[in-house]
């Protein structure tokens, strides 16, 4: 067997059904998640970076269109200018005079045109008009601060004299500050050409915004991580996300490596930072376009992506563990109550609650078989103690049979009729009370009786009693006539009042105190003894708590019990009223004892073969 499945063979060996069922659950879900999680991060990354770099290919010819339009419509203003001199006979040269009427109105008709051209659009600085001789003309600016620019820059002061040497009809631009600390502005510059001769009579210059300009990398630029450079011929960084390299000579290793590439995206490492690069070329402007991506910026995202695709096992995990939880709770859950049924019945208690959740067939099916055999059980028992009480009987019978009960009454009767004849009606009053009380204790027919029958028979020892102590004891009764129909098991008052005296007032010293109570209380009858005895003893106490635990957890009457005290009286009512009996004890060394029994309030029924009745 390999080492996995010995180790899976040790880990299942002697372990509860939850147990093996949770870790079944969470290994058969949890190796599929595991794979799938690797493999979705994997192929995630792979498909992020294609996808970043096709991204990068797109923006950089999308970069490229923008520019080649942005250069071919400042190349179309100053056609448009060209052909407005030309067809309205501009005459752009030197020699004129301010007194010239023809002059004004050139200058007017020159003026009209910038300001309308400067008018549409907020991405001028400036439009200038420049004679063939590179003397200034007129100007359009910002007419509402009416702020002029100096134009002493070294950096301009080089374009102007590139705009006097061209004497092509070719547009020409750059980028450089107009000013001394001033902005930042992309210049762009074409003479204008007599189309009949062919000779340059002046030529305009573009003044525009840098953001006009750097408005066609922004979206290549808010991508994070992201930079964009536009390089002309000359190796002059023309534009630069980073407007600080704007001017200055490109990076000759990244140059370099673009120009060795042999397409237009790669990787490469430049200056010691990994980059995704992407290259695009203007064959007709001469320019270069150059993208990067810092590949620690992708790593970052992959990063990210290894957070929630660890994130999604873990919660995945925690569902399928939680799942596994409830599933195999389900499960096991009619096969430990069904386990602790069985520990309860061991115990000796029979009376359990068969109530197990119905889980599936085979729990179902062990359910109603375990049902059967305790319900059998319980029959054999029941029989079992049937058999017993009618031995008990027999012999109780037998040995009452060896007094003969009618020597017992008659002589009775003989003390009571001297006592009335003497006129001692105490004497006539006990033996009068002793005769029932022994009419009721050995009528054997029956097991319950009337709570009335008992009641009267507690008087009757009431009496008797109270002849024995006379002012050294209290007797107090109330009885509820509405509780007299109820049912109660036999010889159950005067045992609890005899222990009460023996055991509490007669060890008392001073005058003794007995209160018996019974009333009815919604559906129950409750029954309350106090005496003002000595209490008892704890371990005493102890152990008749004790006793009636034990007998919580048994469904017969034990036959071992021999005395007719306190254990006799509770098993007795115990075995008819079964758990709705409720028997309380409250005693306090030197202060007294109150009993409270709590029964179902139960109409009589006379029993088959006669006793008493209403």
């Known amino acids: 067997m390999p080492p996995l499945f010995r180790l899976l063979a040790r880990r299942f ?3 509860s059904i939850q147990y093996q069922l949770l870790l079944t659950y969470t290994l058969v879900i949890l190796v599929p998640i595991i794979l799938f999680a690797v493999f979705s991060y994997v192929t995630s990354s792979k498909i992020i970076t294609k996808e970043v770099n096709q991204s990068n290919e797109q923006l950089v010819e999308g970069i490229k269109r923008n520019i080649d339009i942005y250069l071919n419509r400042l190349d179309n203003d100053s056609r ?16 004129k005079s301010l007194s010239n009427v023809d002059f004004l109105e050139n200058n007017k008709e020159i003026n009209d045109y910038l300001n309308s051209t400067f008018d549409s659009t907020k991405d001028y600085y400036n439009i200038r008009i420049f004679w063939d001789n590179g003397d200034f003309i007129n100007s359009a600016y910002n007419r509402i601060d009416y702020r002029l620019i100096s134009y002493d820059s070294p950096e301009e002061k080089k374009w102007k004299q590139r705009m006097l040497d061209n004497d092509q009809d070719k547009l020409i631009y750059d980028v450089h500050r107009l000013e001394k600390g001033g902005k930042i502005s992309f210049v762009a510059s074409k003479p204008v050409i007599n189309q009949f001769n062919h000779q340059r009579i002046g030529y305009i210059c573009f003044d525009k915004t840098l953001d006009s300009f750097g408005s066609i990398f922004r979206q290549f630029e808010n991508r994070t991580g992201s930079a964009v450079q536009v390089v002309n011929a000359d190796q002059t960084i023309l534009y630069h996300t980073d407007h600080s390299l704007i001017g200055t000579s490109v990076n000759h290793q990244l140059l370099n490596k673009v120009v060795k590439s042999k397409g237009n995206s790669f990787t490469a490492e430049v200056d010691g930072e990994n980059l995704l690069i992407v290259s695009s070329k203007l064959n007709d402007q ?12 992708l790593s970052d995202q992959l990063q990210s992506l290894k957070y929630v ?7 995945a995990l925690m569902v399928v563990f939680i799942l596994s ?12 109550k069904l386990s602790e049924i069985m ?3 061991e115990k000796g208690n029979w009376e359990v609650d068969m109530n197990v959740p119905n889980a599936n067939i085979e729990t179902d099916v062990l359910k109603r078989s375990f049902q059967s055999m305790l319900d059998k059980i319980k029959e054999l028992i029941r029989t079992q103690y049937e058999s017993e009480i009618n031995r008990k009987n027999a012999e109780l019978k037998a040995l009452l049979m060896q007094i003969n009960p009618h020597f017992l009454y008659n002589t009775l009767e ?4 001297i006592a009335d004849d003497k006129g001692v009606y105490e004497i006539s009053d006990i033996s009068q009370s002793l005769s029932k009380m022994l009419r009721y204790s050995i009528d054997l027919k029956q097991e319950k009786v009337k709570l009335v029958y008992e009641v009267q028979n507690c008087l009757d020892f009431f009496l008797i009693i109270k002849s024995r102590f006379e002012d050294q004891l209290i007797i107090e009764h109330d009885i509820d006539p509405e509780v007299e129909k109820f049912m109660i098991v036999k ?4 045992p609890l009042v005899e222990n009460s005296i023996k055991h509490g007032v007669e060890k008392k010293f001073g005058q003794g105190f007995i209160q018996l109570s019974i009333k009815k209380e919604a559906d129950h009858v409750v029954l309350k003894l106090q005496d003002n005895g000595v209490g008892f003893a704890d371990d005493k106490l102890k152990e008749f708590e004790k006793f009636m635990k034990e007998q919580g957890e048994m469904s017969y009457f034990p036959s071992n019990i021999k005395s007719i005290g306190l254990k006799n009286v509770y098993a007795r009512l115990r075995m008819v009223f079964g758990e709705e009996l409720s028997f309380a004890i409250k005693s306090a060394p030197g202060q007294g004892t109150l009993i409270t029994i709590k029964f179902p309030a139960l109409e009589y029924i006379p029993e088959s073969g006669g006793g008493q009745d209403g």
Do not use: C, H, W
Request: charged share 15%; glycine share 6%; net charge positive.
């Open 491 to 494: 010889m159950v008052l005067q």
């Open 325 to 336: 939880i409830i599933l195999s709770i389900r499960i096991s859950k009619p096969i430990k």
């Open 414 to 417: 003989v003390v009571e009729g």
């Open 13 to 15: 060996t002697n372990r």
């Open 309 to 315: 695709t660890f994130i999604v096992g873990i919660t």
């Open 80 to 95: 448009v200018f060209s052909a407005r001199v030309i067809n309205n006979n501009i005459d752009l040269s030197a020699d």
């Open 286 to 297: 001469g320019l270069l376009i150059i993208g990067s991506v810092q590949q620690k910026y």
């Open 343 to 345: 520990s309860t019945v």
